[in-house]
């Protein structure tokens, strides 16, 4: 009998696929753990259900139940594999990026700042995980002040300055330079100058 444990396992994978968007930075260095859970989780799924379907054509399709369930797992499996980040791309739904600036280090780790139109910042490093950071955002003459950050990490930045190249923003907590330290300016419709 086909059990329906495999049919909630590729809904749920399908699930959590579709919603990292809004969680996937909370992660931090668990995102790469999870990835890997889900990469298990497909290939497992993929070939039970492969096992379901052969079980279905040695009993010439008399369970009508297991074929039609081993049809949704592969259906939710497809469009697992034709969409790997998720159905929905929810970005498009964010608003305008204004200013973004970023950088990238050692071992491919970037690090991207994106001011939106509606006053809300987002900060997101990649780097063996993913961590994002949002809030608010004003900006007066060259500062850019951040405040409400959604951050871990206590030893964050205050405001950025841009510096006299006007290509290069500078991240300070009082007069003290820290990380982020230096994000190059790519796309710039703000009237900081």
Known sequence: MFKSKLLFF?????????TLYFWEGALGGFNMLLWLFLVIAFVVLFFDAL????????ENFKNKQRL???GLVLLF???????????????DFESKSVLVAGREGVANCTTTLMLKQNGRFKMRSICFGIDDEIGFYTINKDTIKFSNPSSR???RYDYAVLDSTKRNLIFKKGNKVVPPTILAV???????R
């Open 77 to 91: 499996l497809a469009l697992i594999a034709l969409r790997p980040f998720g159905i929905i791309n929810y970005s």
């Open 10 to 18: 590729s809904v749920l994978i399908f699930l959590i696929i579709n």
């Open 153 to 155: 990490n206590t030893d």
């Open 186 to 192: 790519v796309h710039n419709e703000t009237e900081l």
């Open 68 to 70: 039609y369930k081993a």
């Open 51 to 58: 096992r379901q379907l052969y079980f279905a054509v040695k």
